[in-house]
């Protein structure tokens, strides 16, 4: 398949994330999570000749949607780097900061890169297929305990350490080095009527754990808001309770773990003002991209 802007990512939320941001023309806005790029190419859109837009993404794939525009500069890189990378570019303050976390249609439609319960394909689930370890390296080499702990915190599965010490159990006699591998090895262990439900749980895990992806985000936002200058905006679309978490907390107490911090008169301190509750894809959009149907909507502003 002919991989282009529109075969790799549909945009979820495109005019609701980027009207959040705010945009004043002359800013300069970062999108942590270029993709296929549509998001990018609606920010740039609504910018001056003056405007400067940076995009990160660390997936090679990516590359191939660059823009080309005097206004963009393109990041190859984890957006966990973004204070380095904005200080290598001497930017010292930005207008508003743009995310749509999780996996880019593109990854789960890629029968090669092991995303997709659909495919028979090896385990991989790299965000970055230059460096780090992939699924099958986890799933092989992680004690019991280790995978249980993957599996319950990061895809929250009440099942996590039966689906541990089989997953023991089968790589003792061979690798589970492919999608069918760890289908043989959970089928017994997952009820009919929810056993797709299940499986993309347990998918999640994996790729989270695969790619840091908590530890990135919380990496990412804590950039984000030492950048942000005031009046900036945070934008940013989650897809599950985990990510959704952190931003959250992030967002109305300036920290991870929402951790609440008052003033001397019970004033609760935080750099950012909530400027939306939650917005979520409407019934068109979730039926023409199946993918938005899980998507949620923050913005805040730094105060």
Known sequence: MTIT??????????????????????????????????????????????GHLYSFDQD???EKNIVDDPRFTFVRSNFRYIKNWMQYYEVEQIDGLLADLGVSSHHFDDETRGFSFRFDAPL???MNKRAGQTAADVLNNYTEEQLADVFYLY????????????VCTYRSKKPIQTTADLGEVIEPLMRSEREKKDMARLYQALRIEVNHEMDALRDMLLGATTLLRT???LSVITYHSLEDRIVKNVMKAGNAEGKIEQDFYGRISSPYRLVNKVTTPS???????????SAKLRIAEKV
């Open 231 to 233: 009046g900036g905006r």
């Open 124 to 126: 991989d689930m790299r």
């Open 283 to 293: 019934d068109e959009e979730q039926q023409q991209n199946p993918r938005s149907r």
């Open 155 to 166: 895809g929250e599965m009440k099942n996590a350490r039966k689906i541990a010490k089989a």
């Open 60 to 62: 090679a794939d990516a």
């Open 5 to 50: 802007a529109n075969t790799y990512h549909v945009p979820v939320l495109l005019k609701e994330s980027v009207d959040g941001l705010d945009i004043q023309p002359d800013g300069i806005y970062v999108d942590v999570t270029f993709g296929g790029g549509g998001h990018s190419k609606e920010i740039l859109s609504r910018l001056s000749k003056k």
